[in-house]
């Protein structure tokens, strides 16, 4: 029943996040959560469809709505990230070291709650672009993405620094996201350590969860106040981080 009710849980800030509410604290929550109860490299791979099933309802949303130069730049790069990041988890999830990527997953996720907090100031910073910073942007956020699905810090980061609106921003951040992640889909059927296929069947019953997350975040964000939603967010964030940084191995 724990499980049940946590995937339900899962799918509903899947489809929050792609419905505009929250951004992306509640996608980064995902992985940390279900790495409770089982292997870190399954929670990874357990995730991916269903984030792809979000990404295409929020492609929807946004439409056209994306500014191509920042995919062209950042993509290229993405891609290297995405084999790097793919090929260690790979490594470790095969290799048995679920310890060691609980401790990765729990410093990804301390540096995206402290870039979170910090993430403010970043739209009061007096910035000269450089095409290096983009390189690097999607190079770090395909490895982190590929790794254990917390890409958005770097490509949040360096989105904020530009000067485009919040749709246009929404827009491409979506086109972007649902190319990598389609991109992590063949990575991850290579080994059942990440993608168990069965487990995934089990879970089908939730994809309908997802339009449903998606139709109340697009309402949320127009009568909730998103900012107290993201603090709660990023309080569980935090302590989730500690526990997976500290608490000791099964």
């Not at 899947?14 to 490299?41: A, C, D, E, R, Y």
């Not at 998606?214 to 309080?235: A, C, D, T, Y």
């Amino acid at each position: 029943m724990d499980f049940i009710l946590l995937v339900f849980l899962i799918a509903l800030l899947i489809g929050l996040s792609k419905g505009g509410f929250g951004g992306p604290v509640p996608v980064s929550l995902i992985t940390p959560l279900l790495s409770q109860i089982m292997p870190t490299s399954q929670a990874v791979g357990l995730v991916l469809p269903l984030l792809i099933i979000g990404d295409w309802i929020a492609l929807r949303i946004y439409w056209r709505q994306w500014d191509i130069r920042y995919i062209k730049q950042m993509l290229p790069f993405a891609v290297i990230g995405v084999i790097l990041g793919g090929a260690l988890l790979l490594l470790l999830a095969d290799s048995k070291q679920d310890l060691l990527l609980r401790r990765i997953l729990g410093a990804f996720t301390l540096v995206f709650v402290l870039y979170k907090v910090g993430s403010d100031s970043l739209k009061n910073v007096k910035y000269e672009p450089r095409n290096w910073h983009g390189y690097v942007a999607g190079w770090a956020s395909g490895f982190g993405s590929a790794l254990a699905n917390v890409g958005a810090p770097p490509y949040t980061a360096y989105m904020l620094l530009q000067d485009v609106s919040p749709t246009i921003f929404m827009g491409t951040t979506t086109l972007f996201f649902a190319i990598v992640n389609l991109l992590k889909l063949p990575i991850t059927l290579l080994s059942s350590n990440v993608l168990n296929l069965h487990l995934l069947a089990s879970i089908i019953w939730v994809v309908p969860v997802i339009p449903v997350g998606s139709w109340l975040g697009r309402r949320f964000v127009q009568r909730v106040n998103p900012k107290i939603f993201e603090r709660m967010m990023l309080v569980l964030l935090f302590g989730m981080s500690i526990y997976m940084l500290f608490a000791p191995g099964k």
